[in-house]
């Protein structure tokens, strides 16, 4: 039986902690689960729904916040459960350590899911086709990335990597996510079989943690001389974010209008929730379906 623990509705404007700041380089939007000591946005489809995480003094829970309405999101017994990524069919897929789950918004139901012979599973994304993208750890504490689809699975290993984490996945299949080889993270793309390394100018080692559907821009983040920046990567053109006053930004999710979700650090060292909107004329164009 699934156990969503309460819903807390609230009118937009008052969604956010704080008012929207813009600037030239866009908005950007505070997001705080009501109550919660930390908040983290981890992906954002078409509509506009984001999930993400928050923790209380229980422990961590997914959350799911559509239409002005915070829902909390737990997996029945479990005492973590984190949401991480949100198709435009309301599909929702997550951790409940040590297993992940799909979740569908309309039934408010869950499935467990395993990748076969793994220590843990964590699924971080799933496109409107059903294919599930994260990584799981091996019984010798290694990381290897994975796919799901229908009844296949697929560990991905990029050539010489030691740990891989798959962290995306676009509308027609491809993964993309880093892997450690020679001791250095690479971020990565992968399809049918073939790997590519993704090089994006002017951003030191970065970790590529979402797309949009049609693969097009990446966020992610990187580590300047001092902090964490997130980022947006397009038409090899890098755009950094920082919420502003923050010490470190971390962009998790972009959907097809570019508008991006996250998290940023604040100079007390709190964690929060952010959903970034690009200027009009930044905004990606439409996608086909």
């Known amino acids: 039986m699934t156990?969503?623990?309460?819903?807390?509705r609230y009118s937009f404007h008052l969604l956010v902690v704080c008012a929207s700041l813009t600037f030239a380089q866009g908005t950007y939007i505070q997001i705080d689960f009501p109550a919660a000591v930390m908040t983290e946005a981890t992906a954002i489809n078409a509509a506009g729904d984001i999930v993400g995480i928050y923790t209380d003094d229980i422990g961590g829970h997914g959350f799911?916040?559509?239409?002005?309405?915070?829902?909390?999101?737990?997996?029945?017994g479990a005492q973590y459960s984190y949401a991480q990524g949100?198709?435009?069919?309301?599909?929702?897929v997550g951790l409940a350590w040590p297993i992940g789950y799909v979740y569908e918004v309309e039934t408010h139901s869950f499935a467990p899911l395993q990748f076969p012979g793994a220590s843990y599973t964590y699924p971080l994304a799933i496109n409107d086709a059903g294919t599930i993208a994260g990584y799981f750890q091996e019984p010798d504490l290694t990381y290897k990335g994975f796919e799901i689809f229908e009844f296949n699975d697929e560990a991905i290993v990029p050539p010489?990597?030691?740990?891989?984490?798959?962290?995306?996945?676009s509308a027609d299949g491809r993964l993309f996510g880093y892997a450690d080889v020679n001791n250095g993270y690479t971020a990565f793309t992968f399809r049918e079989s073939r790997y590519r390394n993704i090089t994006i100018s002017g951003a030191n080692s970065p970790f590529v943690l979402g797309t949009n559907p049609a693969g097009t821009a990446l966020v992610g983040y990187y580590e300047p001389i001092t902090g964490v920046t997130g980022f947006v990567y397009r038409n090899g053109t890098l755009q950094p974010l920082s919420f502003p006053g923050s010490i470190s930004t971390l962009a998790f999710g972009i959907n097809p209008q570019g508008d991006v979700v996250g998290y940023f650090i604040d100079s007390s060292y709190a964690t929060h929730g952010f959903l970034w909107q690009p200027p009009r004329e930044m905004t990606l164009p439409a996608e086909s379906k």
Do not use: A
């Open 64 to 76: 799911l916040l559509q239409q002005g309405v915070y829902t909390t999101i737990d997996y029945p």
């Open 86 to 92: 949100i198709n435009n069919k309301g599909q929702v």
């Open 3 to 8: 156990r969503l623990r309460r819903s807390i």
């Open 160 to 169: 010489g990597s030691t740990d891989t984490f798959v962290t995306c996945v």
